[in-house]
């Protein structure tokens, strides 16, 4: 696959197009983050407030300008409901630039003003004048130098690059980084590496936090104190067993499966370039893209042409490429077999073709060893 590479490209986004030559430079590029919306939050409480209602320990955040952290909120029962990036600025009172899914923006404010009680804190809207950047899809190199001023490493991994809450018109935006890139782009580059983004990705009190990985992503901390829905939280990780995750996957036409399994497994870490020359042959109008749609239930094959279980569901995508939540006992006996796994229940309409991405802990999955397992989280 890898050997159409220049067939391809020109049907790719420029970034990634950018990125898949082998002649790539090492600026990142830059995309204004429109999915996103800035919730500001400040007040002598603030730190407090924060470190009871969300996921990882933010407690470093009391210091002016403290590095960005990435965190959820859940529900009582240990559900996700939001995810936010938190942006401490340089104000003397704790002050805090939030970084959210603007298709959930309502729901957080509503839901922070609940839990803000009498405390004297401040939340307010301020997505009018502040915008989410980010650079990515640079060489190794660029992704792990220093930021510029304004700007942190994205906390959940260095491959995504860089991270900002920047006021509207600010020059910083653009300066520094390659050519400008649309914030599908920037999706598209993060689903290589396996990673979900905010309420339009992880469906809002339906699943836990780690079966999207957030506990690989400095996203929970399993030290702090009390905090909503820690006790599944907890107990999930202390049993230590995770059967289900979300894993990045390109899907192809029936019958070009196998092939690319052992491609993807023999990549090792370049199979996300792998997966992006793959996904484009097939065109965003191929059928196997047309089956790649969100909620699509994913199956295998049973041993003896029995009937085919369900083994995940689709949560994300893009053309042929996306993201889907997936038992890791069925991932590991496909990567065994070589078989891929399937969409469509009937005829397949697509093969679908999962990796593990290169940041996963090796012990991931090894708990489903014997099998694909029940239902426990």
Not at 125 to 146: C, K, M, N
Not at 173 to 201: I, P, T
Request: aromatic fraction near 6%.
């Amino acid at each position: 696959m890898l050997a159409q590479g220049h067939a391809v490209r020109s049907s790719l986004p420029a970034a990634l197009r950018r990125w898949l030559s082998s002649g790539a430079a090492g600026e990142l590029q830059g995309a204004c983050l429109e999915n996103r919306g800035v919730i500001r939050l400040a007040g002598p409480g603030l730190v407090q407030f924060l470190q009871g209602l969300v996921t990882n320990d933010v407690s470093g955040l009391e210091a002016p300008g403290a590095p960005a952290q990435y965190a959820a909120i859940l529900n009582a029962q240990g559900r996700y409901l939001h995810d936010l990036f938190l942006h401490r600025t340089a104000a003397a009172e704790p002050t805090v630039l939030a970084d959210v899914d603007a298709a959930g923006k309502e729901d957080l404010l509503r839901l922070l003003r609940r839990y803000r009680l009498r405390q004297k804190l401040d939340i307010e809207d301020v997505s009018a004048t502040h915008q989410v950047w980010a650079r990515f899809a640079g060489t190794p190199d660029a992704l792990r130098a220093p930021p510029p001023p304004g700007w942190a490493p994205d906390p959940r991994l260095w491959q995504l690059g860089l991270r900002a809450v920047l006021p509207v018109g600010d020059s910083s935006s653009s300066s520094g980084s390659g050519s400008s890139s649309d914030w599908r782009e920037h999706r598209r580059w993060r689903m290589l590496f396996g990673v979900a983004e905010g309420d339009s990705e992880i469906p809002t009190g339906e699943v836990i936090p780690l079966e999207f990985n957030l506990d690989g992503l400095n996203g929970i901390s399993f030290k702090k104190g009390c905090y909503v829905g820690q006790e599944l939280m907890a107990r999930t990780h202390f049993k230590g067993v995770v059967r289900k995750r979300l894993m990045p996957f390109v899907a192809v036409p029936p019958g070009a499966g196998s092939s690319l399994m052992h491609q993807l497994e023999a990549a090792g870490p370049a199979a996300p370039r792998a997966a992006v020359a793959a996904s484009e042959p097939a065109g965003s109008d191929s059928p196997a893209a047309a089956a790649v749609v969100p909620g699509a239930p994913v199956f295998a094959e049973q041993p003896g042409g029995g009937k085919r279980k369900q083994v995940g569901v689709v949560r994300v995508t893009d053309g042929t490429l996306g993201l889907a939540v997936l038992r890791l006992g069925a991932v590991e006996a496909a990567r065994a077999t070589g078989q891929p796994l399937l969409l469509g229940e009937g005829e397949a309409a697509a093969e679908l073709c999962p990796w593990r991405p290169d940041w996963w802990p090796g012990s991931w999955g090894k708990e489903e060893a014997g099998g694909s397992g029940g239902d426990g989280e």
